[in-house]
């Protein structure tokens, strides 16, 4: 077993243990943005390996937590739209998705899982717009060779 797969399979066991993420948990903090930071990244993870596991509704629980804790993140939206579009529920997805694209211009892969739900509403001038902007910013960041 390689040391990734014996820490992965480790954080699993103690997802399983905490009882995934209760989003109505108080959590205590230091008192100081970095304990905050840091536990949101804890969130952001668990969410991730949730909704690798394809348990949407507990990984939203996460990514929302993590929001609260770092309402700075990019990430967390972004996690969070994209389980929102795997449950069906677009609107949500795109709200998060706009967020983390403001938290974070040029976030290449939140403009290409907005035009999928956008696709996914029927909003084809939208998902166009958001294709235009992901071919635009894909080029600008293409070095010549």
Known sequence: MTR???GWVAFTL????SGGCDSNR??????DGRTAEILATIELRKGV??????DWDTAIACFTKAIRL????PHS????GFA????????????????????????LV????RSWAYRDKEEFYLQIKDLSELIRLISFHETPV
């Open 4 to 6: 990734w797969h014996a």
């Open 77 to 80: 939206y972004f996690g969070r």
């Open 14 to 17: 103690l997802l399983a243990a």
């Open 70 to 73: 770092d309402p700075d993140n």
């Open 26 to 31: 108080r959590v205590r903090t230091a008192g």
């Open 49 to 54: 390996a949730l909704r690798d596991r394809e």
């Open 84 to 107: 929102y579009r795997k449950t069906g529920e677009d609107d949500k997805a795109i709200r998060d998705y706009t967020v983390a694209i403001r938290l974070k211009p040029g976030f």
């Open 110 to 113: 939140a403009y290409l899982d």
